[in-house]
């Protein structure tokens, strides 16, 4: 890492995603001059979460204490200004958040965030009511995009739009039940009090820009996307989805704006409390994928894997074209054209479990046995889905031999290949029935915590047949934010984001297909998508 200089100009990248809160600040030259972060378990543990979560007993509603994202950011700035981080040169911030969650601001918030005191923390003030502060969340638990408790909402919807299709032509995804108008839809039904007491909704993103901004902070097009409620061709809300979802949501969402917008300076809590410069531009935050493609200069052909809590897959696009599977949503850097993305909540939380209970716990002994295992895993195919998988919406670990029998176990080393192998297959699957196809220069990009792993990344290059690279800052949504808190002073001068970007260093090539890999994975792709179809029919809630 270059070392911070006192003239020089940083821009700062925040990233509110499941588990943890990170930060990258880079210079002019586009260099990595600070990262930190703050893990909530381990950082955080007396909100007792597991990943960054809460589960409910049901197994379906999914939520985290909004005040320890809060807290978190408390935490973060407190540590960058311990290690002598110089707050004076930043120009411009900006960041993300965990996509579809939905944060409750409850009446008379906006007097708080407008007045913050230097003098104290931003979870003292916005806590639960005591003597000096009033408590500024209607709902202290915000629902996550793990959360699957809402397919009666789903379902109302898509009756209301007229179908599953039509909603996915208007809002770039048919309902699903993360998505963020489902969750008010039911946050409304079931808690009327709280949702007739909150004044603004926010998603993760823009709740994190209101923090440094003093004020709501818009949501960005791009995060809107994944919501149910935007229409993605005319960038406005939907009238049907908005009507067919709770009362005033108009007033209650505010006006959504491009991604690269510049919503204001920092409010003067940042400038006396740390430092920051009264002209430090907050640009909008938006979703943590879509400021991963920002991060990784996605390009049209290449294809982006996201190995994170969730994994993800995602692709530019040049035309909308939604389909009943995946969504569509506005580019973030260019709110003209499109983005796809599919999502798997059985990712990295799941290899966990996979690894503590087949490779000791550690990740070497996970990597060494895909080493020692063949490609294809002698016929041995897996699924593995610890929660309720979206794509297909399967739960439980379902294990096949050559022969497509199911068994009940295979030895530990074959269980991890399975694992991997299962995981990518998947992932390729569903991204060539969105219409994604693998051509001669087609580069898949790897971002996210596992794509440390160039083990890992060897079999989802031999999965996908194509070369794979990645970056050096494996949080890219990081990165991505303070790429586009640079780009957003520049857009209106007419400077587009790869233009910005040119200096920004190449992405790395770890991992190219073994000669056999494309005949192996061709082969097994066709028994997958058969097996999946026998996957989906087994009971489910
Ligand atoms: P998120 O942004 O969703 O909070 P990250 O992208 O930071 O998550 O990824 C965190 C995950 O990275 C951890 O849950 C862990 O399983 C995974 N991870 C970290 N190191 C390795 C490794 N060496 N091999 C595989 N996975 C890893
Ligand atoms: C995307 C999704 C997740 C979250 C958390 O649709 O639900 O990827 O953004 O990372």
Same mark, same amino acid.
């Given at each position: 890492?270059?070392?911070?200089?006192?003239?020089?100009?940083?821009?700062?990248?925040?990233?509110?995603?499941?588990?943890?809160?990170?930060?990258?600040?880079?210079?002019?030259?586009?260099?990595?001059?600070?990262?930190?972060?703050?893990?909530?378990?381990?950082?955080?543990?007396?909100?007792?979460?597991?990943?960054?979560?809460?589960?409910?007993?049901?197994?379906?509603?999914?939520?985290?204490?909004?005040?320890?994202?809060?807290?978190?950011?408390?935490?973060?700035?407190?540590?960058?200004?311990?290690?002598?981080?110089?707050?004076?040169?930043?120009?411009?911030?900006? +960041? #993300? @958040?965990?996509?579809?969650?939905?944060?409750?601001? &409850?009446?008379?918030?906006?007097?708080? =965030? $407008?007045?913050?005191? %230097?003098?104290?923390?931003?979870?003292?003030?916005?806590?639960?009511?005591?003597?000096?502060?009033?408590?500024?969340?209607?709902?202290?638990?915000?629902?996550?995009?793990?959360?699957?408790?809402?397919?009666?909402?789903?379902?109302?919807?898509?009756?209301?739009?007229?179908?599953?299709?039509?909603?996915?032509?208007?809002?770039?995804?048919?309902?699903?039940?993360?998505?963020?108008?489902?969750?008010?839809?039911?946050?409304?039904?079931?808690?009327?009090?709280?949702?007739?007491?909150?004044?603004?909704?926010?998603?993760?993103?823009?709740?994190?820009?209101?923090?440094?901004?003093?004020?709501?902070?818009?949501?960005?097009?791009?995060? +809107? #996307? @994944?919501?149910?409620?935007?229409?993605?061709?005319? &960038?406005?809300?939907?009238?049907?989805? =908005? $009507?067919?979802?709770? %009362?005033?949501?108009?007033?209650?969402?505010?006006?959504?704006?491009?991604?690269?917008?510049?919503?204001?300076?920092?409010?003067?809590?940042?400038?006396?409390?740390?430092?920051?410069?009264?002209?430090?531009?907050?640009?909008?935050?938006?979703?943590?994928?879509?400021?991963?493609?920002?991060?990784?200069?996605?390009?049209?052909?290449?294809?982006?894997?996201?190995?994170?809590?969730?994994?993800?897959?995602?692709?530019?696009?040049?035309?909308?074209?939604?389909?009943?599977?995946?969504?569509?949503?506005?580019?973030?850097?260019?709110?003209?054209?499109?983005?796809?993305?599919?999502?798997?909540?059985?990712?990295?939380?799941?290899?966990?479990?996979?690894?503590?209970?087949?490779?000791?716990?550690?990740?070497?002994?996970?990597?060494?046995?895909?080493? $020692?295992?063949?490609?294809?895993?002698?016929?041995?195919?897996?699924?593995?889905?610890?929660?309720?998988?979206?794509?297909?919406?399967?739960?439980?670990?379902?294990?096949?031999?050559?022969?497509?029998?199911?068994?009940?176990?295979?030895?530990?080393?074959?269980?991890?290949?399975?694992?991997?192998?299962?995981?990518?297959?998947?992932?390729?699957?569903?991204?060539?029935?969105?219409?994604?196809?693998?051509?001669?220069?087609?580069?898949?990009?790897?971002?996210?915590?596992?794509?440390?792993?160039?083990?890992?990344?060897?079999?989802?290059?031999?999965?996908?047949?194509?070369?794979?690279?990645?970056?050096?800052?494996?949080?890219?949504?990081?990165?991505?934010?303070?790429?586009?808190?640079?780009?957003?002073?520049?857009?209106?001068?007419?400077?587009?984001?790869?233009?910005?970007?040119?200096?920004?260093?190449?992405?790395?090539?770890?991992?190219?297909?073994?000669?056999?890999?494309?005949?192996?994975?061709?082969?097994?792709?066709?028994?997958?998508?058969?097996?999946?179809?026998?996957?989906?029919?087994?009971?489910?809630?």
């Amino acid at each position: 890492m270059a070392t911070v200089q006192s003239s020089e100009e940083v821009y700062l990248g925040f990233d509110f995603s499941t588990q943890q809160l990170k930060v990258v600040a880079i210079n002019e030259q586009l260099e990595v001059i600070h990262q930190d972060n703050v893990h909530f378990d381990s950082q955080l543990a007396h909100f007792r979460t597991d990943g960054g979560v809460h589960v409910a007993a049901d197994g379906l509603r999914v939520t985290s204490p909004v005040l320890m994202w809060v807290k978190a950011l408390d935490l973060l700035l407190d540590k960058m200004q311990k290690a002598g981080f110089d707050f004076s040169s930043v120009r411009a911030l900006s +960041g #993300s @958040g965990q996509q579809h969650g939905s944060v409750y601001w &409850k009446t008379g918030a906006s007097r708080t =965030l $407008e007045q913050l005191d %230097p003098a104290f923390s931003l979870h003292q003030q916005l806590q639960m009511s005591c003597d000096v502060f009033q408590d500024s969340f209607s709902v202290d638990n915000s629902p996550v995009w793990m959360d699957s408790s809402t397919g009666l909402q789903c379902e109302r919807l898509q009756e209301a739009v007229g179908g599953a299709a039509r909603l996915a032509d208007i809002t770039g995804s048919r309902a699903y039940e993360r998505f963020t108008g489902n969750q008010i839809a039911k946050m409304h039904q079931e808690q009327p009090r709280n949702f007739q007491d909150t004044e603004r909704i926010s998603l993760v993103s823009s709740f994190a820009a209101s923090l440094f901004l003093g004020g709501y902070a818009a949501i960005d097009y791009s995060d +809107g #996307s @994944g919501m149910n409620l935007l229409d993605i061709r005319t &960038k406005k809300w939907s009238d049907i989805c =908005l $009507e067919a979802t709770a %009362p005033n949501l108009d007033r209650l969402l505010g006006t959504p704006l491009p991604s690269v917008s510049v919503l204001g300076p920092v409010s003067s809590y940042w400038v006396r409390r740390f430092g920051f410069p009264d002209s430090c531009k907050v640009v909008a935050f938006t979703g943590d994928n879509p400021a991963s493609l920002a991060g990784m200069r996605l390009q049209q052909g290449d294809i982006a894997v996201s190995l994170g809590t969730s994994d993800t897959v995602f692709v530019w696009l040049q035309h909308p074209r939604p389909a009943l599977e995946g969504h569509v949503l506005v580019n973030p850097v260019d709110w003209q054209q499109f983005m796809a993305l599919l999502c798997f909540k059985n990712g990295s939380l799941t290899r966990e479990r996979v690894r503590n209970r087949c490779a000791e716990g550690s990740w070497e002994v996970f990597s060494a046995a895909l080493r $020692e295992t063949p490609l294809g895993n002698d016929g041995y195919i897996g699924f593995f889905f610890d929660v309720l998988e979206i794509m297909p919406r399967a739960v439980g670990i379902h294990l096949f031999d050559a022969d497509n029998n199911k068994v009940s176990t295979v030895s530990a080393q074959a269980e991890v290949r399975a694992l991997v192998e299962g995981q990518f297959l998947s992932r390729r699957l569903h991204a060539e029935l969105l219409g994604y196809s693998i051509i001669p220069g087609s580069r898949v990009l790897a971002t996210g915590g596992a794509s440390c792993n160039k083990d890992i990344l060897q079999v989802l290059s031999d999965v996908f047949n194509a070369p794979v690279y990645t970056i050096d800052v494996s949080n890219s949504a990081c990165l991505g934010s303070a790429y586009r808190a640079m780009h957003g002073l520049l857009d209106k001068s007419g400077v587009s984001f790869f233009d910005v970007l040119k200096k920004a260093p190449e992405a790395r090539l770890v991992a190219t297909p073994q000669p056999t890999a494309q005949q192996v994975y061709n082969h097994m792709l066709k028994r997958f998508a058969q097996l999946e179809k026998r996957v989906l029919q087994e009971p489910h809630p």
